[in-house]
C-alpha cells in the first residue's frame, strides 16, 4: 500500500533495515522501516489520511511516523551520510537507495525490500547480507566504518551478542584497531552512553558485556569497575534468579537490565556510580535504589542473616525496591530468605473485619503485627 501511494506521487519505496533482517530471520516485528525515494512526509501523510489516523512529521529529518494496526511506522526519505570528523554527527544530504543503504552499520542491516508493484517482495542486497546473514557474521561495509562512527564498535557487539554471531574476519580486525586508536572516547559519551543504554535491555546483556570485554572496551565504559571471576559468577548468578523472576511473577517483569547495572555499580564509589547512572540517564528509582544499595545495603545484609524469624525476615525487607531485593538474592547466604519473601512473606493477608473500630495509624500497625503473628505461627 506504501508502495502505491509512493507510486501515485512518482516515487519508490522500500522496507529497510533491522526490519528486513528480522524478518528472513523469522522474527516479529512491530517497528517498520522503510524508506521513499522522493517526499516520504508526503507519502506517510496520505497513507495516514488513508486509514484515518494521526502523522507526526519532522521536516529537519525528512521522516515521519505513522501508526497503523498496532505496527509503529517509520518513513524516511533516502538519504546519504557524511561525517565531517570521526565520531560526529553526520551531515544529511538526500541520495539514492543504495547510497542510503551505503550509509549503514553492517551488511545484515543494510538489505531493502521493494514495496513498488512492479517488482514487490524483492530483496535488495548490494553488500551480501543475506549470505553473512547464513553464516551468521557482523560485517561492516567499508574499512572507515568504526573509525567514522565509534557507536558502531558497540554496535556490533550489540548484535553479535543477540543474535549469537560472530564478527567477520576483517571487522573483527578493523574493531579492534579502531578501539586501540581510542575511538570509543573520542565519540561524544551522549552517543555511547544512549547504546549502553540498548545493551541493558537485550535479553542476553550478559553476552554483550562479555563481548565488550573480550574487545577491550568494558573498562572504557564502565570506569572503576574491575572485572573479576567474583563479579562475573554473581552476574550469572543474576541471570539465574532473573529467570526465575519472570516465571514466577510474570505480572511484574520489569526492566531487567537496571539491576544488572546495579550490580556492576556495586563496587564503585558512590559517587562515581551516581555520576555514571547520571550519564546514562537513568530513571530516577533506579537512582533511588543505588543510593539505597550504597547507603542502606550494609544493615539490610546484617540484621537479614541474623534473621531467624519469618517476621524479622520480613522487617528487613519490607518496602524495599524490588531491584534492590532482585540484587540481594545474588548473595549466596541470603538468597533463601529474599526468596522466601518474595514468594510468601509478602503476601501474607489479614482479615481486616477484626480490627473493626481502628483506624489509621492504629490499624495499619494492627494489620502489621497480625501479619508476623500469622507468618511466625503457620511458617514455622
Ligand atoms: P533493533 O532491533 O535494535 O531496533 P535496528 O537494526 O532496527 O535494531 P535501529 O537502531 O532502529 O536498529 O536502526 C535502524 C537501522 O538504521 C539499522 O538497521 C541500520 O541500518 C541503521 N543504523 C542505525 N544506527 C546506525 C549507525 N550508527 N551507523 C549506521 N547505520 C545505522
Not at 245 to 255: G, Q, R, W
Request: charged share 30%.
Amino acid at each position: 500500500e506504501i508502495g502505491i501511494i509512493a507510486e501515485g506521487l512518482g516515487f519508490k519505496a522500500y522496507l529497510v533495515g533491522g526490519v528486513v533482517r528480522d524478518i528472513l530471520l523469522g522474527k516479529e516485528v512491530w517497528d517498520v522501516d522503510f524508506v521513499v525515494e522522493g517526499d516520504a512526509i508526503k507519502v506517510a501523510e496520505l497513507l495516514a489520511q488513508k486509514h484515518k489516523v494521526e502523522f507526526h512529521p519532522f521536516p529537519e529529518f525528512g521522516t515521519a511516523h505513522v501508526k497503523v494496526k498496532g505496527l509503529k511506522l517509520e518513513l524516511a526519505t533516502t538519504r546519504r551520510e557524511t561525517y565531517p570528523h570521526p565520531g560526529a554527527y553526520p551531515l544529511v544530504e538526500y541520495a539514492s537507495l543504495r547510497e542510503d543503504l551505503l550509509r549503514r552499520d553492517f551488511t545484515i542491516n543494510a538489505m531493502a525490500v521493494s514495496v513498488n508493484s512492479q517488482d514487490f517482495g524483492t530483496l535488495i542486497d548490494y553488500f551480501g547480507g543475506l549470505r553473512d546473514l547464513k553464516d551468521r557474521l557482523i560485517r561492516v561495509l567499508h574499512p572507515l566504518s568504526f573509525v567514522e562512527d565509534p557507536v558502531r564498535i558497540l554496535r556490533a557487539l550489540r548484535f553479535a551478542g543477540r543474535l549469537g554471531f560472530k564478527l567477520s574476519k576483517s571487522t573483527e580486525r578493523l574493531l579492534r584497531s579502531a578501539v586501540s586508536l581510542g575511538a570509543i572516547s573520542s565519540a561524544p559519551k551522549g552517543r555511547i552512553m544512549n547504546e549502553v543504554r540498548l545493551a541493558l535491555r537485550e535479553e542476553r546483556f550478559l553476552e554483550i558485556l562479555e563481548l565488550y570485554r573480550k574487545y577491550q572496551i568494558l573498562a572504557e565504559i564502565f570506569k572503576g569497575i574491575t572485572w573479576s571471576p567474583k563479579l562475573e559468577k554473581k552476574l550469572l548468578r543474576l541471570r539465574d534468579i532473573i529467570t526465575w523472576h519472570k516465571i514466577e511473577f510474570p505480572k511484574e517483569v520489569m526492566d531487567y537490565g537496571w539491576v544488572y547495572l546495579l550490580v556492576l555499580l556495586e563496587e564503585m564509589k558512590e559517587e562515581e556510580g551516581m555520576a555514571f547512572l547520571r550519564d546514562i540517564s537513568a530513571p530516577s528509582w533506579v537512582r533511588e535504589t543505588y543510593k539505597i544499595m550504597k547507603r542502606g545495603s550494609k544493615s539490610t545484609e546484617k540484621s537479614l542473616l541474623e534473621a531467624k524469624r519469618n517476621s524479622e525476615v520480613y522487617l528487613s525487607l519490607k518496602n524495599k525496591p524490588l531491584y534492590f531485593l532482585l540484587m540481594l538474592m545474588t548473595k549466596e547466604n541470603l538468597k533463601e530468605k529474599v526468596k522466601l519473601y518474595l514468594e510468601k512473606l509478602r503476601f501474607v493477608k489479614v482479615n481486616v473485619e477484626k480490627f473493626r473500630g481502628l483506624s489509621g495509624r492504629e490499624l495499619g500497625e494492627a494489620i502489621e503485627k497480625e501479619k508476623m503473628k500469622i507468618m511466625d505461627e503457620a511458617l514455622e
